[in-house]
T-cell receptor, first 116, second 110 residues
Framework: EAGVAQSPRYKIIEKRQSVAFWCNPI?????LYWYQQILGQGPKLLIQ????????DSQLPKDRFSAERLKGVDSTLKIQPAKLEDSAVYLC??????????????FGPGTRLLVL | GQQLNQSPQSMFIQEGEDVSMNCTSS?????WLWYKQDPGEGPVLLIA?????ELTSNGRLTAQFGITRKDSFLNISASIPSDVGIYFC??????????FGTGTRLQVFP
């Protein structure tokens, strides 16, 4: 079974530029998550989708971050414009359903973003 | 917001030694999970705990869900070089949201 795919793996941009990350979850997984992991910290949830609807985006900085999952499969996360403090690893995860911690979340390898 | 305090922050041990790390919360959690993250990879689930007092093993790993529902520990017995990585506790505090700890960085020397 293929895992969660993410691209690109690395991205370096200058502040105020825009950037987009792509995630392809495990086939059949209804729930998709985007996490931000700052160096030295644990992942922090940014947004959770169930199919193509948003379940939780309370920690997404909506003035600059946006995410979509139009067809309920792939998802993109965009930052526009980027700030220095956005430098982090952006992890995508998916799970079969949305039973929270009782449903195993499978993580992708992440996209490492460096904002200069 | 809710936080999970994980300790120790880092550990340097010799191959063959046992390891213990723990995680505490100021509030009750309904599930406790332990993940391992290798460099350049996403976290991988090691053990999941769903009931207070539950003790679960996965090979050389053993984890327990504290009776108070505010803590959990992970033990690794007879450590080997491939145990190197960052170990994260995580839990759900009654919502679907997964809260992660700050991580314990484990280094194993031959």
């Amino acid at each position: 079974e293929a895992g969660v795919a993410q691209s690109p793996r690395y991205k370096i941009i200058e502040k105020r530029q825009s950037v987009a990350f792509w995630c392809n979850p495990i086939s059949g997984h209804a729930t998709l998550y985007w996490y931000q992991q700052i160096l030295g910290q644990g992942p922090k949830l940014l947004i959770q989708f169930q199919n193509n609807g948003v379940v939780d985006d309370s920690q997404l900085p909506k003035d600059r971050f946006s995410a979509e999952r139009l067809k309920g499969v792939d998802s993109t996360l965009k930052i526009q414009p980027a700030k220095l403090e956005d430098s982090a690893v952006y992890l995508c995860a998916s799970s079969f359903s949305t039973s929270g911690g009782e449903e195993t979340q499978y993580f992708g390898p992440g996209t490492r973003l460096l904002v200069l | 917001g809710q936080q999970l305090n994980q300790s120790p922050q880092s550990m340097f041990i010799q191959e063959g030694e046992d390891v213990s790390m723990n995680c505490t919360s100021s509030s009750i959690f309904n599930t406790w999970l332990w993940y391992k993250q290798d460099p350049g990879e996403g976290p991988v689930l090691l053990i999941a705990l769903y009931k207070a007092g539950e003790l679960t093993s996965n090979g050389r790993l053993t984890a327990q869900f504290g009776i108070t529902r505010k803590d959990s520990f992970l033990n690794i017995s007879a450590s080997i070089p491939s145990d190197v990585g960052i170990y994260f506790c995580a839990g759900t505090p009654g919502t679907d949201k997964l809260i992660f700890g700050t991580g314990t960085r484990l280094q194993v020397f031959p």
